[in-house]
């Protein structure tokens, strides 16, 4: 199956510094990428849609100069959180959209999601 | 109204039994819908999709989908205690005059498994 990479995991870092979150498609191309926010106990929240080779859509309410996303390529997207601060603090999930017969069964669209970063901003 | 309801839970179930997951939708133009499940800590897995009205039944899980009541849910039979996760609700639907699409997510509904 399609295998969507996340890195790093976890991440502390101190108020004020940028924090970089890469996503890779491993096994396909992924012309879209989904970037979510999931706070405890909510649920996912869609921060903004990448296409590869454009600029990112942003959700209503999500600052694009504070969460930057470059999706350069058809694997990978990397959002980056400019100035952290504390109430940034978040599971930032990742997925990529795989179309028809790229690591989605029956040739439907797929969604595959990284594995998640947990972000704590001190 | 939130674009997609669902109970948070949680939903306690003994062993063996049927837990019954239920999710509303307020988008009548949604197309697509999916359950999620999701351990603590970790992304999402899917385990069911839906597309058309009726059932579709997949080992010991069932999706049920009803348009006209913009309803959708999910069945799991015989209950095991690695089932107890929460589930997640999302809808999918057309944005951007069709060129695109995106998951809206409900908050899932909390799921306990009980031995």
């Known amino acids: 199956g399609a295998v969507v990479s996340q890195h790093p995991s976890r991440v502390i870092c101190k108020s004020g510094t940028s924090v970089k979150i890469e996503c890779r498609s491993l096994d396909f191309q992924a012309t879209t990428m989904f970037w979510y926010r999931q706070f405890p106990k909510q649920s996912l929240m869609l921060m903004a849609t990448?296409?590869?080779?454009?600029?990112?859509?942003?959700e209503q309410g999500v600052e694009k100069d504070k969460f930057l996303i470059n999706h350069a390529s058809l694997t990978l997207s990397t959002l980056t959180v400019t100035s952290a601060h504390p109430e940034d603090s978040s599971f930032y999930i990742c997925?990529?959209?795989?179309?028809?017969?790229?690591?989605?069964?029956?040739?439907?669209?797929?969604?595959?999601f990284g594995s998640g970063t947990q972000l704590s901003v001190l | 109204q939130k674009e997609v309801e669902q109970n948070s839970g949680p939903l306690s179930v003994p062993e063996g039994a049927i837990a019954s997951l239920n999710c509303t939708y307020s988008d009548r133009g949604s197309q697509s819908f999916f359950w999620y499940r999701q351990y603590s800590g970790k992304s999402p897995e899917l385990i069911m999709s839906i597309y058309s009205n009726g059932d579709k039944e997949d080992g010991r899980f069932t999706a049920q989908l009803n348009k006209a009541s913009q309803y959708v849910s999910l069945l799991i039979r015989d209950s095991q205690p690695s089932d107890s996760a929460t589930y997640l609700c999302a809808v999918k639907r057309l944005v951007y005059g069709g060129a695109t699409n995106k998951l809206i997510f409900g908050t899932g509904t909390l799921l306990a498994v009980q031995p």
């Open positions: 990448s296409n590869e080779g454009s600029k990112a859509t942003y």
């Open positions: 997925s990529a959209r795989a179309l028809g017969g790229q690591g989605a069964r029956g040739g439907n669209e797929k969604l595959f």
